[in-house]
């Protein structure tokens, strides 16, 4: 089935009617051509136990049994939250797989940020077999109490969004100072537009909402091994890399309904992915930057 038939193609045309009254100085065929369609995503408190397998932020994962919670050094990582894909019904693109439910967890021990690569402090699991071989799992010893993030459903709403100020595609055509101002206002008016949380917000795929300028950047520079200082060779290897990745999941720390924040965040988490990486389903190799506002 063709999940397309959901796009409100009107929504597509009031946003781009909204941004093309701003004063870019930048040509509008470039606005048009950043803009990407994205999945916002809205929580909401539960009137009743979410079912196995539901997308959901918080609580615990629904994961096939014998399935072994994601750790490091001892210490249990963080369940953010599950997706089913089969609920998102705004894949635009059509770059999600049609099936199966993602798991998202990270790792809340102030040490692994220190000493720890980054793709070793976060885990997306993957999981596409018969939903009857899923279970509830139960905190594991050593959990962060922190992060027992709460229970709560999750909405998916057809959404669009431009790239933050320091992304590269900015960088690439040349934006004035105004026009770069202007991506603030613009990013208003599409929330407006669509709904979506005029912050941070919960996103999956699309431009990613960043707090502190760009993630592209930093999910490509993780790919490129550099200990020191960058030389010009990692700086070309760093920005073939950006073009690559591509947002998977956005999640905004601030969030009073999961309670986020509990654990010391108050900025966004983001999940980025290459694109050929997500054609084959390898959810290991996935990126991951968190950012403080």
């Known amino acids: 089935m063709n999940l397309n038939i959901f796009r409100d193609k009107n929504l597509n045309k009031k946003v781009k009617k909204q941004l093309k009254r701003l004063n870019w100085e930048v040509e509008f065929n470039i606005i048009i051509r950043l803009l990407k369609p994205s999945i916002s995503i809205k929580t ?13 932020f918080g ?36 770059k999600l797989p049609k099936k199966g439910i993602l798991y ?27 939903f009857m071989d899923l279970k509830t799992q139960d905190y594991p010893i050593n959990y962060n109490e922190f992060a027992k993030f709460k229970e709560c459903g999750i909405e998916f709403n057809e959404h669009y969004s431009l790239p933050s100020y320091q992304n590269y595609q900015i960088i690439e055509n040349g934006f004035s100072d105004e026009d770069e101002n202007l991506l603030f206002e613009a990013n208003e008016l599409i929330c407006e537009i669509t709904g979506a949380n005029q912050d941070i917000g919960h996103q999956i795929l699309g ?37 690559e990745i591509i947002l998977l999941l956005q ?16 900025g966004g988490i983001y999940f980025g992915i290459k694109k050929q990486d997500l054609e084959n389903k390898k959810f290991e190799n996935t990126k991951f930057v968190i950012q403080n506002s």
């Open 251 to 266: 999640v905004d720390m601030l969030d009073e309904i999961p309670e986020f924040h509990k654990f010391g965040a108050n």
């Open 104 to 130: 998202f967890f990270f790792s809340t021990n102030q040490t692994d940020y220190q000493f720890e690569p980054f793709d070793k402090i976060h885990k997306v699991l993957y999981f596409d077999e018969s």
């Open 59 to 94: 609580g615990l994962p629904d994961m096939p049994k014998g399935a072994q919670w994601p750790s490091l050094n001892g210490f249990p990582f963080a369940f953010i939250g599950q997706i089913n894909l089969e609920e998102i019904k705004f894949d635009i693109e059509n």
């Open 207 to 243: 431009n990613a909402n960043a707090v502190q300028g760009d993630v592209s950047y930093w999910w490509a520079y993780q790919n490129c091994n550099i200990e020191n200082q960058v030389s010009e060779e990692k700086k070309t290897e760093i920005q073939k890399n950006e073009k």
């Open 44 to 56: 909401k408190i539960p009137k009743e136990k979410i079912k196995i397998g539901k997308s959901k």
